[in-house]
């Protein structure tokens, strides 16, 4: 295994996305963030590629004297956003983990070749070093296959790697964890619905600890509405864009994915701005909230049905975070479920975890800020160290 030198507490995290490099350097020592950063417009002219934009973190990191090269860097943890079947952990990277991610391609055509570009670009300046890859799947790796299912042809789906596999792994995992410790309580303990509602939304179902559903399927299009993505639909919309709309897959897939959900229903997708809209009665703002909020509901409602027991619901992200309107809305007139949302503490603006149920809330009601960053840190850590 790895060694690392015991003052070496650092990890620097790396997000590559298809046209951007986010990263962050935290110490694990007392998890503080030491750099964070975002070099966009990858591959648009003064940012050739993945390889120059890399070079430019590790300048800015340079700079800083927080370089690449410091002997207190343990690891560099990767974002990586589909295991598939096949990775339900985080891992060390090789050749082999390399060549594995790269079989995944065809589920993830966008993200997975960013990533493993990223990979192999902080490697070759970094040979020495170990790089972990931490999955936005693996989380949901425990969802029992009666969830995970499509009821399509199993040879079909097999063939293909057709089922629901869900994402933001690491938000839930993180979000969960820290709604039981809001709670006083142990995760083993907690029943947790965490709605991730940001740019991209999901919902998840988890069960002490464990995820047993989550609202995002074989890609993450599938679920709630999102800023620019439908979330669910009867798959016959697809076939009819084809049949009598002459869409190619495409076209289709660039509609559903980048013209839809609030931006597709209102022409914003910015809830802050959707906010303003509906101030003023606009009635196409309205209509999107409304669609937004319906589909929510639905969602807590189902995932009531599959916990069974639910101790708290718990709000994060973008919009999850910062959206009171959101929040009471998607959770109004459930008291026959036992969720009441306290008026005066929803309003309440803050950035830590808090509760704003009431008093005679059965089940907690939680706003609980997300770190992905700092859980890919920790997960990564957590594994060069063992
Ligand atoms: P994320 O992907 O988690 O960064 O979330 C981004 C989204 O959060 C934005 O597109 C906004 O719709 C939403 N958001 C951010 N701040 C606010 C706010 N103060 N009120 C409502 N929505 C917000």
Known sequence: MTRVNATAT???????G?????????????????????VERVGEGEVADHTEALKR????LDA??????????????????HGGTRFTEPVLVTDEVLAEVEKLVPLAPLHNPANLTGIRVARALRPDLPQVAVFDTAFHATIPEAAARYAIDTATADRFGVRRYGFHGT?????????????GAEPADVNVIVLHLGNGASASA?????????????TPLEGLVMGTRSGDLDPAVVLLLARVGGMSADEIDTLLNKRSGLLGLCGDNDMREIGRRMAEQDPAARLAFDVYVHRLRKYVGAY??????????????????????????ALADLTALGIEVDAVRNAVRGSAARLISAETSRVAVAVVPTDEELEIASQTYALVRA
């Open 10 to 16: 650092r990890v620097l995290v790396l997000n590559s």
């Open 57 to 60: 973190v590790a300048a800015e």
């Open 304 to 329: 009531t049905a599959v916990l069974g027991r639910v101790d708290a619901v718990a709000f994060t992200a973008g919009v999850g975070e910062n959206s009171p309107a959101v929040r009471a809305a």
């Open 18 to 38: 298809s046209s951007s490099v986010k990263y962050q350097l935290l110490d694990m020592a007392d998890g503080s963030r030491l750099a964070s950063g975002n």
């Open 64 to 81: 800083r004297d927080l370089g690449l090269h410091s002997p207190r860097l343990a690891a560099i943890g990767h974002r990586v956003v």
């Open 171 to 183: 938000s839930h995992a993180y979000v969960s964890r820290e709604t039981a410790r809001l709670l």
């Open 206 to 218: 988890v069960r002490g600890g464990v995820c047993v559903d989550t609202s995002m399927g074989l």
